[in-house]
């Protein structure tokens, strides 16, 4: 290179340069250091090097938005239908999650909430008449999963009500009956609890209920204990199965709170769902007109079919208490830093969010075809009990890799997601054991029955 050349780049070089960057660089590093490395660097490297520095100066990408529906399955749903899972998602983002730790921790109820919930005019979603909707069971998931989304609390507290108590009246009871209770219920004026489980009989309720019931002229007197009873500390009816003295088998009754003989008290001290107000109840010579009797309701299979309808509610529960989980976790790896970066650029970090993803997708796709099959009308025992079996399992496994990744935090009330963990042990385990439900689908694959 000639002289006049090398003056040329040079003069160039001082008229482009930042002489108050160069200053300011000089101060960092050795600047004669710096340049002899540079020039024995290789074309290729000298890029990758430039490469990186650009990168690096640049202003850094927005992440992407938090989202657990990664298949997008909701962009299935119809526009109507698609505003009502927002409208519930709006409902539980501004009025529950504010308010969701301070209510599990204390173990109460926010009862001002009732009358809110009234507003988004989603009880009874599916059933037809009586003030309901009429939707499809798929839209009943999606609004399940929404609350669970939040606080499993919520979302259990309504499933009781509007899937369970007003359930066994849309399905076993008389026209009269439901159309003197649904319509009320729909509104939420009137709020319902579900008496099956037994101190001594949980998932033997088929065919070994103590609870007991007799007619005597017009009336039936009740006699028994309740336990885990949603809602039963302040509900206005409770639905109580007991056991036909007559002909032991099993019947239905819409029990009013102040009837004579029912008690109901709270049981404390629990470790998960404990914004759910879960009661003890004691009947005590209980009388319960006949009128109140579900008049549709004359064996367990009655009732298995209020519980087929609902188990396939909390698989979707399980879903939302899951997807909840995982976004809470996704959420604090991108703001948690270490190291100088945040923890969701590492690489056992990505690999653990990727493993949450893929189970609560499988859940998703699942309960989204049980929903179907509901919709449809062929829906099964075995069908309902297969997704609730995967998805609780699902969920148990997502929401113990999300309180891993927030580390020592994790155990933290404020943090939220020891509130999922704790609540996922009791959708593990209510609405029929996995073991139970193993037992239900085994006995439909193989047509042997297992059960004792």
């Known amino acids: 290179m000639s002289f006049l050349e090398s003056f040329s780049q040079i003069r160039t070089l001082l008229k482009n340069i930042d002489l108050d960057a160069l200053g300011k660089l000089s101060k960092k590093v050795d600047l004669n250091r710096m340049m002899g490395v540079v020039s024995k ?33 909701s962009a299935t749903l119809t526009g109507e239908d698609r505003e009502i899972q927002l409208k519930v998602r709006d409902f539980m983002e ?10 599990w921790n204390k173990a109460h109820f ?15 979603l599916t059933y037809k008449g009586y003030g309901c909707a009429g939707k499809s069971a798929l839209l009943e998931g999606f609004v399940a999963m929404e609350m669970a989304r939040v606080d499993s609390s919520i979302s259990t507290f309504f499933g ?3 899937g369970l108590a007003m359930g066994s009246i849309y399905l076993c009871g008389s026209e009269e009956q439901k159309q003197y209770w649904l319509p009320v219920m729909q509104r939420m004026e009137l709020i319902g609890a579900f008496g099956l489980t037994e101190p001594e009989v949980g998932s033997g309720v088929a065919g070994g209920l103590t609870t007991t019931c007799e007619r005597v002229g ?46 109901a008290e709270k049981m404390q001290d629990k470790m998960a769902l404990r914004t759910v107000q879960n009661a003890l109840i004691t009947l005590t010579d209980c009388r319960v007109p006949e009128t109140d009797r579900l008049q549709n309701a004359n064996s367990f299979k009655d009732t298995a079919n209020v519980l087929r309808m609902t188990r396939a509610g909390v698989a979707w529960q399980a879903v939302g208490c899951g997807r909840g989980a995982y976004e809470l976790a996704l959420k604090y790896t991108l703001e948690r ?16 969010l990727v493993t949450m993803l893929g189970d609560l997708t499988a859940m998703q796709t699942l309960v989204y ?31 113990d890799h999300a309180r891993e990744l927030f580390g020592g935090n994790g155990i933290l009330l404020e943090y939220d997601i020891a509130r999922f ?15 139970i439900n193993s037992l239900i689908v085994g006995r439909a694959i193989t047509g042997e029955s297992a059960f004792v």
């Open 41 to 73: 660097m290789s074309e290729e490297d000298l890029g990758k090097m430039l490469k990186f520095m650009e990168a690096g100066s640049g202003k850094k990408k927005a992440p992407p938005v938090v989202n657990g529906d990664f298949y997008e399955l």
């Open 94 to 103: 501004t009025e529950i999650r504010p308010i969701a730790n301070e209510y």
């Open 110 to 124: 926010p009862m001002h909430i009732i009358p809110l919930m009234a507003k988004l005019n989603i009880c009874g």
């Open 160 to 162: 009781v009500h509007s």
């Open 218 to 263: 017009d009336e039936w007197v009740i006699n028994g204990q309740k336990k885990w009873i949603g809602n039963a500390t302040f509900s206005d009816i409770t639905i109580i199965w007991a056991r036909d003295l007559a002909d032991n088998q099993v019947k239905g009754f819409i029990v009013r709170k102040e009837n004579p003989g029912f008690v």
């Open 337 to 352: 830093k270490q190291f100088g970066r945040p923890i969701a650029g590492f690489q056992l970090v990505q690999d653990l």
């Open 369 to 399: 075809r049980l929903s179907q099959l509901q919709d449809g009308g062929v829906l099964t025992d075995e069908h309902a009990s297969l997704a609730k079996v995967f998805s609780t399992l699902r969920m148990r496994s997502i929401v």
């Open 421 to 435: 963990v704790a609540d996922a042990e009791a959708i593990y385990s209510y609405e029929g054991t996995k073991e």
